[in-house]
């Protein structure tokens, strides 16, 4: 079952920043709190990639090509993640998506519409 609403793509130029959220409008509090989330995207013609990730105390990790670029954050009262991009670069244009992720790791729920990201001058 999708669970999550990601919001907030469009089209930027090179360098440019966007900040994409993802709500939980089916979930309780009690639920979305304790989640794991994380951001993934995919670009046309490859595979989801896992690009940020924030625990329940909000510690968070970053993929490689991301890091000090994006900034991963949520709202539990709110049952909002953020992700927060800077110097976007045009190898970003993809959709961007949101899920909860197991222990190990894994998205947990049905995937969402995502949210289209297009970095283009």
């Known amino acids: 079952q999708v669970q999550f609403v990601e919001s907030g793509g469009g089209l930027v130029q090179p360098g440019g920043s966007l900040r994409l959220s993802c709500r939980g409008p089916?979930?309780?509090?009690?639920?979305?709190?304790?989640?794991?989330m994380g951001w993934y995207r995919q670009v046309s013609g490859k595979g989801r990639e896992l690009v940020a990730s924030?625990?329940?105390?909000?510690?968070?990790n970053y993929g490689d090509s991301v890091k000090g670029r994006f900034t991963i954050s949520r709202d539990n009262s709110r049952k909002t993640v953020y992700l927060q991009m800077s110097d976007l670069q045009p190898e970003e244009t993809a959709v961007y998506y949101c899920?909860?992720?197991?222990?190990?790791?894994?998205?947990?729920?049905?995937w969402g519409q995502g949210t289209q990201v297009t970095v283009s001058s």
């Open positions: 924030i625990t329940p105390d909000r510690f968070t």
């Open positions: 089916r979930m309780i509090t009690s639920v979305f709190n304790p989640l794991l």
């Open positions: 899920n909860a992720l197991s222990a190990t790791r894994q998205p947990t729920y049905d």
